[in-house]
Every structure is written in C-alpha cells, then in structure tokens.
C-alpha cells in the first residue's frame, strides 16, 4: 500500500507540475521542456489518463493505451498500444513534449523513448 500511495503522489505531483507550466526539466526527466508546459502528452496509464483529465489538460493528451476507456473522449484519443508494451514508433512519430508511465510499463520500452 506504501508504494500505491507513493506512485500516486508522484503522479499526482508531476501531474500539478504539467498543469501549471512551471516544470523545470529535472520535474518531468527531460532537458529540452525546460519551463514551458507541455502541448502534447502521451498517458501510459488509465489512472494517469483520468487525473489529465481532472487537471484540465485532455486537449494536451495527444494519445492513450487502448486501457483508457474513460473519462468521456479519452477512447476517441489515438491508440498507442498496452500498458506493458506501447507501440514505441507511434509515439516516436507523434512527437509528444512529454510520455507519462506508470511502473507496468516495461522499463525496457521506457528507454527507447
């Protein structure tokens, strides 16, 4: 229950952090965002999907896993693949600023991106 919690904060956080347009680039893993809020996300995550929503940003969701069945219009959004195995060239090819996993993904898969 520890590490739900935990995982959950740091979404949560990073998440806050998106919305707000104040990410430093150590905040979100990346040394090209800089402070400039992200106009295309990639959600890994049905959980992450929904807080997206949540906070405001579905127009910024650029695509999700075929595991994201809501909230309303998140189906309509492309298909990226699984959980565990997302279809890495198609996230490659849609040129998201920032790719939001959860730790069912494969780490393997998070590092080709």
């Known amino acids: 229950m520890y590490t739900v919690h935990r995982i959950i904060i740091i979404v949560v956080g990073a998440l806050m952090c998106l919305s707000s347009g104040v990410c430093s680039a150590s905040a979100v893993g990346s040394d090209k965002m800089g402070n400039i809020?992200?106009?295309?996300?990639?959600?890994?995550?049905?959980?992450?999907?929904?807080?997206?929503?949540?906070?405001?940003?579905?127009?910024?969701?650029a695509a999700v896993t075929i595991y994201c069945r809501g909230p309303a219009g998140a189906p309509k959004k492309e298909s990226i693949g699984t959980i565990v195995?997302?279809?890495?060239?198609?996230?490659?090819?849609?040129?998201?600023?920032?790719?939001?996993?959860?730790?069912?993904?494969?780490?393997?898969?998070?590092?080709?991106l």
């Open 85 to 112: 195995t997302p279809d890495i060239e198609k996230i490659v090819s849609l040129k998201p600023d920032v790719v939001i996993a959860m730790t069912l993904t494969d780490p393997r898969e998070i590092e080709k």
């Open 37 to 61: 809020p992200p106009k295309k996300i990639v959600s890994l995550s049905p959980v992450i999907t929904e807080a997206l929503y949540l906070l405001g940003l579905e127009k910024h969701l």
